[in-house]
């Protein structure tokens, strides 16, 4: 099995639900969310067990699978279904967290958030209470605000391990990383960690991976819906951080769901909000994409119909070049879909395009894109059984 590649982003298909991986350098990987369906180890079922697949593919330490961070954006059960699982099979370094979690009632919570509840809870304590500093496997770090720190168990929680919407994070387990890796933290706001909805907590980021003087960038912003966001762009603006939005890959929030750019008016009707999406298209790169997280998109949606939305994908794809607009679920086609891969090549940072067995293509062409293909994608290719590899890296067409 080969290593991950020292940097770039993999989006999986898992189904409607996220499980990104951000490969740092050879040695640091950085989980955000996890969707580990049951099905997925059906021999039918062409979802990744996202599980099992993290086992294969992670560095190892001491001959076992490590992971640096774990981010939980939010504890519903599409971001984090298979994490007692992964705990049990994976070293985790450190998590990364919004203490909402801590507010909610356990019968509003499935039973992987209640094992991530009780997993940080423990490391909170280790971290309180330790006189030097906390080891790995027992690292943490809460993000955003909340009147939960000035409670008793959080007393003496140390101040370094909290981060705040507008800081930045170079540290990853331990130990810091600016040369390489930089996460921007957009959300959770103070006013809506107990007050609003699960989703409108989510842990909002900007990842930017560096590679001499070429960067890639990627935005992850959970369940965020049009409000919140609305706001995550104003904020950015009013602080001086709009350049803390430009992305190269925008992870469309909610699993591609309408609720980004649709909102209700004070008729209680549903309407268009042109401005976020302008915003968003203003912070994408030039060749930058849009990726979906689902089982793949509908043509039409029924009225309550949950995420994936076909109206949402239409309106992505408006601000996209051509074949920008990736689903995890589709890619390259729906009988059997693989990861979507993005990392630095001799080109810069970009896409690398999988072949679509189900199109008729140039036998040539195939060859020689086949030769390029990198070790993630050959790790990937041969952990889910690709005939046809990830082949061709398709750049922004600036390494800055």
Same mark, same amino acid.
């Given at each position: %099995?080969?290593?991950?590649?020292? /940097? ?10 996220? #499980? #990104? ?17 049951? &099905? ?5 079922? =062409? ?33 984090? /279904? ?23 009632? &356990? ?13 940080? *809870? ?30 008793? !168990? ?12 507008? !800081? ?30 699960? $989703? ?50 925008? +992870? ?6 309408? #609720?980004?750019?649709?909102?209700? $008016? ?14 968003? !298209?203003?912070? +994408?790169? @030039? ?5 979906? =997280? ?7 949606? /029924? ?8 109206? &949402?994908? &239409? ?20 009988? @059997? ?5 993005? !990392? ?8 690398? *395009? ?8 140039? @036998?040539?062409?195939? =060859?020689?894109?086949?030769? #390029? %293909? ?27």
């Amino acid at each position: %099995m080969q290593d991950l590649p020292s /940097k770039g982003f993999v989006f999986w298909p898992v189904g409607t639900g996220d #499980s #990104s991986t951000v490969c740092v350098n050879t040695r640091v990987v950085m989980q955000i969310d996890l969707h580990n369906l049951d &099905a997925a180890y059906d021999d039918d079922d =062409s979802r990744t067990p996202i599980v099992d697949r993290l086992v294969e593919l992670l560095p190892k330490e001491d001959g076992e699978p490590y992971l640096a961070v774990f981010v939980l954006t939010h504890p519903d059960l599409d971001h984090c /279904k298979g994490f007692k699982d992964l705990r049990e099979k994976v070293a985790i370094g450190e998590i990364w967290f919004a203490p909402r979690i801590f507010h909610e009632n &356990a019968s509003d919570l499935c039973d992987d958030a209640l094992d991530f509840r009780k997993e940080a *809870k423990r490391r909170v304590k280790v971290t309180r209470e330790a006189n030097d500093e906390v080891e790995a496997g027992d690292r943490v770090r809460v993000i955003g605000y909340s009147e939960l720190l000035e409670e008793d !168990e959080f007393d003496g929680f140390p101040e370094d391990r909290l981060t705040t919407p507008g !800081e930045t994070i170079t540290e990853l387990d331990g130990e810091d990383y600016e040369d390489d890796f930089e996460a921007f933290v957009h959300s959770p706001f103070k006013d809506d960690d107990t007050a609003s909805e699960r $989703n409108e907590t989510s842990v909002g980021l900007r990842i930017e991976l560096t590679d001499d003087n070429r960067v890639g960038r990627g935005l992850f912003l959970g369940d965020l819906s049009y409000p919140t966001l609305r706001r995550v762009w104003d904020e950015s603006r009013d602080h001086g951080n709009e350049d803390k939005l430009d992305c190269d890959v925008f +992870l469309s929030p909610h699993q591609c769901s309408k #609720s980004v750019m649709y909102d209700k $008016n004070d008729d209680g009707d549903e309407e268009l909000k042109q401005d976020i999406l302008d915003d968003i !298209e203003k912070s +994408l790169a @030039d060749g930058g994409h849009i990726i979906a =997280s689902s089982d793949p998109v509908p043509t039409k949606n /029924k009225n309550g119909d949950n995420p994936p939305h076909a109206k &949402a994908k &239409a309106r992505y794809e408006e601000i996209v070049a051509a074949d920008h607009f990736l689903c995890t679920g589709a890619h390259p086609n729906e009988d @059997d879909p693989k990861a979507i891969v993005f !990392e630095f090549g001799d080109d810069g940072f970009g896409y690398v *395009k999988c072949v679509d067995e189900s199109d008729d293509g140039d @036998d040539e062409a195939r =060859s020689r894109s086949a030769n #390029s %293909m990198t070790s993630l994608t050959a790790a990937i290719d041969a952990s889910q059984g690709c005939d046809e590899p990830p082949t061709q890296r398709v750049g922004f067409g600036s390494g800055e």
